[in-house]
């Protein structure tokens, strides 16, 4: 298992990297809506981000998975069902993507007509993300998270026709259930910003990894619940919904020459 351990960190680094990177080349890491990406462009984006985010928290579940496919397979079988569980986990999270597209755009169309539209829409993400943290929904999904083992013996039981990708779409969507208000306050915070994308993936990590989860989930609920109250006030709390417009510098350097 430390060769697959190994696989979900090695390729949660990458992501990271390439996230990071193409943060640092669009240089709109701030800009409101869906930073001019076409939706297969931003669909990409968002799976290697899921992958950076995602990954060190679920490898405990796939890790337990993949102790159960070794057992019935060895060699390229294994790795191909392996492939077949993460293809169906970012299968789920990608579905979500496509959400997350559509209030990315009417958000950017909103921030564009109306500037101060963004201190209500961030209050609204913070305030949904807050709920959400108490809600039964958040609540049954982080328990499935923290304890799939009886899940995955559920799942022994699918037929073995596409199983290990069904299997992996079906935790996946378990854990867009506990993660998606999470996500969604880097709608006020910057899709593209990466150290809120950092501090979201070491909450998720958390809550599902610590012994202390399920408190430490209604403390951040708390703290979603009191941003929501400050955000219409104060607008370093949303720099993902303000337009920042081009530098003072080059404007000057015109008007000099």
Not at 148 to 174: C, E, F, K, S, T
Request: hydrophobic share 55%.
């Amino acid at each position: 298992m430390t060769i697959a351990w190994s696989v979900m960190v090695v390729l949660a680094l990458l992501a990271w990297l390439l996230t990071a990177a193409q943060a640092g080349d669009m240089d709109m890491d701030m800009e409101p809506g869906t930073m001019g990406l076409g939706l297969p462009l931003f669909l990409l984006l968002w799976v290697t981000m899921m992958v950076a985010m995602m990954f060190p928290s679920v490898a405990p579940v796939a890790i337990t998975w993949v102790r159960a496919i070794g057992r019935q397979s060895s060699g390229a079988a294994r790795t191909a069902r392996i492939a077949q569980f993460v293809a169906g986990y970012l299968i789920a999270w990608t579905a979500f993507g496509l959400c997350v597209y559509g209030i990315l755009t009417v958000t950017g169309d909103l921030v564009d007509g109306h500037p101060e539209a963004g201190r209500w829409i961030g209050a609204g993400a913070f305030l949904l993300a807050g709920l959400h943290q108490f809600s039964p929904l958040k609540n049954m999904c982080l328990r499935h998270c923290r304890s799939p083992i009886g899940q995955l013996v559920r799942y022994a039981g699918y037929r073995p026709r596409a199983r290990d990708l069904r299997v992996g779409a079906h935790h996946g969507l378990y854990c867009v259930g506990c993660c998606w208000g999470l996500m969604i306050v880097l709608i006020p915070l910057g899709a593209m910003n990466i150290a809120a994308m950092a501090g979201v993936a070491v909450v998720i990590f958390v809550e599902k990894l610590w012994r202390l989860g399920p408190v430490f989930s209604a403390a951040i609920g708390v703290l979603f619940l009191v941003l929501a109250a400050l955000a219409p006030f104060q607008s370093w709390l949303l720099p993902g919904l303000e337009h920042h417009g081009p530098s003072m510098e080059p404007m000057t350097m015109t008007l000099r020459g």
